[in-house]
């Protein structure tokens, strides 16, 4: 059972430009969360999404991020405009969902973001 | 909102010896998870222990064991016969349990372990 893929593990961006980052979860896993590290700091929460449906975006910035999850396809995260401050790593995680609990998250390699 | 604390930024610890990380973390919640995650030079995370909060008895997985301290909101990791492999960073995590809680992760800043050979 392939883990969480999480693509590119590198993205080299110049400022104004557009970041794509890509999270397929675990097989038969349907939610999603999206985690920023920033240098010497824990992981924040961003977003939390099943498909189709975002259930918890209270980590999103307001402007320039959001995040998807289709129906089919990996899970998107989308930074706009890029700025030096959005430099970090991003972790997806994804955990099953288990009669009508939620279990654990387990997370991908991440993907390094740098903005030059 | 809840809150996760852990007041090592770095901790060193001899090859074989034994190493205690703490963990505290603010809630008014009654049911909960909390977690301790791996973060080794590539950078994947790796989930070590796990504890529900409504388990009076502390979790252990081989080396690893919790002392959990419901009341005082303490949640130590305990690294018995430490190994070379276990240098690492270390997050303490928190998760709300309760229906219509938030299902997502709140780290602390982590503890740097470095094992001494």
């Known amino acids: 059972n392939a883990g969480v893929m999480q693509n590119p593990r590198h993205l080299v961006r110049r400022r104004g430009q557009e970041a794509r980052l890509r999270c397929s979860p675990m097989k038969g896993h349907s939610h999603v969360y999206w985690y920023r590290q920033l240098p010497e700091e824990g992981l924040k929460f961003m977003v939390y999404?099943?498909?189709?449906?975002?259930?918890?975006e209270s980590g999103m910035p307001k402007e320039r991020f959001s995040a998807e999850f289709p129906k089919e396809g990996p899970s998107i995260l989308r930074i706009q405009q890029v700025v030096r401050g959005d430099s970090a790593a991003y972790f997806c995680?994804?955990?099953?969902?288990?009669?009508?609990?939620?279990?654990?998250?387990?997370f991908g390699p991440g993907t390094r973001l740098t903005v030059t | 909102a809840q809150t996760v604390t852990q007041s090592q930024p770095e901790m060193s610890v001899q090859e074989a010896e034994t190493v205690t990380l703490s963990c505290t973390y603010d809630t008014s919640e009654s049911d909960y998870y909390l977690f301790w995650y791996k973060q080794p030079p590539s950078r994947q995370m790796i989930l070590v222990i796990r504890?529900?909060?409504?388990?009076?008895q502390n979790a252990t997985e081989n080396r690893f064991s919790v002392n959990f301290q419901k009341a005082a909101k303490s949640f130590s990791l305990k690294i018995s016969d430490s190994q070379l492999g276990d240098a690492a960073m270390y997050f303490c995590?928190?998760?709300?349990?309760?229906?219509?809680?938030?299902?997502?992760?709140?780290f602390g800043k982590g503890t740097k372990l470095t094992v001494n050979p």
């Open positions: 504890q529900e909060a409504y388990k009076q």
């Open positions: 995680a994804s955990s099953p969902l288990r009669g009508a609990v939620l279990y654990e998250q387990y």
């Open positions: 995590a928190y998760r709300s349990a309760g229906q219509g809680g938030s299902e997502k992760l709140v």
């Open positions: 999404l099943q498909k189709e449906n975002i259930i918890d």
